[in-house]
């Protein structure tokens, strides 16, 4: 049954994939509006299986306490970043997930270096971490306004022509390097359309209890769509690597991108597979002696081992 679970996880994951070394043109080679072969009801079923296998998996990996996993979510204003993160992380131990949402740094982080603020944030072993937005904003919204280079205070060295080719190799040296440490680096993407932007934009004017999620600082960035369309593509060129490539989801359906999300992550912690660690001979011997001890404490007409009777065990 999990085998059959994960091939249908891997199947759908895997277009979605941007090629390490590959050249990304976004409008070209991904439709915000795609939705493979699937419908909304198919849909339902699949993403309650990828929430159902990181529920399984995020046990796991809390327990070996081995490996942590850091998911990145990018996306323009409206993209569905939130929802994504509070439908695909329903069924998990919110003790084993943090997410942090980087707004504009505050004084003490631009005192330090540009990644300073988003180390602080990184997972510990045996833990998610979800970055709602991320050290990618260093490259996007910096990239499409270099006036806020001015407030990092760089030396003149740091600045200037090549500034973002560097940037593309610390990043992936970053991640690399946190990757051979044990922490698997995921990003996602959310690819949504020009109109499906708009579209959200007047529902959140439109609807009261929306009001509070508009700015007019969005519908401003949004005349910058054609300079955000260049700067995510190279992005997504310059830093799809074997050891953190992107995955650039279609987020025009939100319960498609839920999905991908869910699936991407699973497969992530499938690739991973987490084990429960193994007591020591010693060990077992202590639970053994613990439980002799537990039995004699039964009351009168309950069952030594309930949990035994219940489920026909009587393994220790």
Known sequence: ???????????????????????????????????????????????????????????????????????????????????????????????????????????????????????????????????????????????????HLDRQRLPETARGQGIWQRRYRDINNWERYLTDNGFRVVKIFLNISREEQRTRFMKRIDLPEKNWKFSAADVRERRRWDDYQVAFSEMLSETSTKWAPWYVVPADRKWFARICTAAILADTLIGLDPQYPVVSVEARKELQSAKRQLEREAPAGAPADPYAAEHGDGKG
């Not at 699937?38 to 995020?58: F, H």
């Not at 997972?123 to 306004?145: C, D, K, Q, T, W």
Request: aromatic fraction near 6%; proline fraction near 5%; hydrophobic fraction near 35%.
């Open 1 to 147: 049954m999990a085998d059959t679970r994960a091939e249908r996880i891997a199947e759908l994951t895997a277009p979605l994939r941007v090629k390490p070394g590959s050249r990304v043109d976004l409008g070209r080679d991904f439709d915000p509006r795609y939705k493979g072969r699937l419908d909304k009801e198919k849909g339902a079923e699949l993403l309650k299986t990828g929430v159902a296998l990181l529920a399984e998996y995020q046990e796991r990996l809390a327990a070996q306490n081995t490996y942590g996993v850091l998911l990145c979510l990018q996306a323009l204003d409206a993209g569905g970043k939130d929802s994504t993160i509070r439908h695909v992380m329903s069924g998990v131990n919110p003790q084993g997930v943090k997410v942090s949402s980087f707004k504009v740094p505050s004084a003490e982080e631009l005192d330090h270096d540009y990644l300073w603020r988003y180390t602080l944030r990184l997972p510990a072993r045996g833990e998610i971490a979800i970055f709602n937005r991320s050290h990618y904003e260093e490259v996007l919204v910096v990239r499409v306004h270099p006036e």
